[in-house]
């Protein structure tokens, strides 16, 4: 499956941004999807990402209440909005889709097998 994100960009604090990614070659009904992010310097972190049904979402701490992501499975995309933005979430934002995530695996970049080529988020203060 290829999976195309876009939407990064420049913004100010307190900002919005809203990143898409879609896929190609495969469903979201069979891979699961989720948002990572990589900081310069730093390993690539969980951002969001779904149940197998896409009934619960799961967020990191750090994102939760300012970031909401959504699904659509008929357009097979998958949505990740942006609000209240900062400086500290200045990454490479990924979009990531596996077919044997679980929920307790949900959170570790090791279980998705298919990566987007990253979009750019700057967050300027």
């Known amino acids: 499956v290829q999976l195309q994100a876009s939407g990064g960009g420049l913004v100010q604090t307190g900002g919005s941004l809203r990143l898409s990614c879609a896929a190609s070659?495969?469903?979201?009904?069979?891979?699961?999807p989720a948002w990572f992010r990589q900081a310069p310097g730093k390993e690539r972190e969980f951002v969001a990402g779904?149940?197998?049904?896409?009934?619960?979402?799961f967020y990191s701490d750090s994102v939760k209440g300012r970031f909401t992501a959504s699904r659509d499975n008929a357009k097979n995309t998958v949505i990740l909005q942006m609000d209240s933005l900062k400086p500290e979430d200045t990454a490479v934002y990924y979009c990531?889709?596996?077919?044997?995530?679980?929920?307790?695996?949900?959170?570790?970049?090791?279980?998705?097998?298919?990566w987007g080529q990253g979009t750019q988020v700057t967050v300027s203060s």
């Open positions: 990531a889709a596996g077919s044997t995530v679980i929920s307790s695996t949900v959170r570790y970049p090791t279980a998705y097998h298919y």
């Open positions: 779904f149940s197998r049904d896409g009934g619960t979402t």
């Open positions: 070659g495969g469903t979201f009904r069979t891979y699961r």
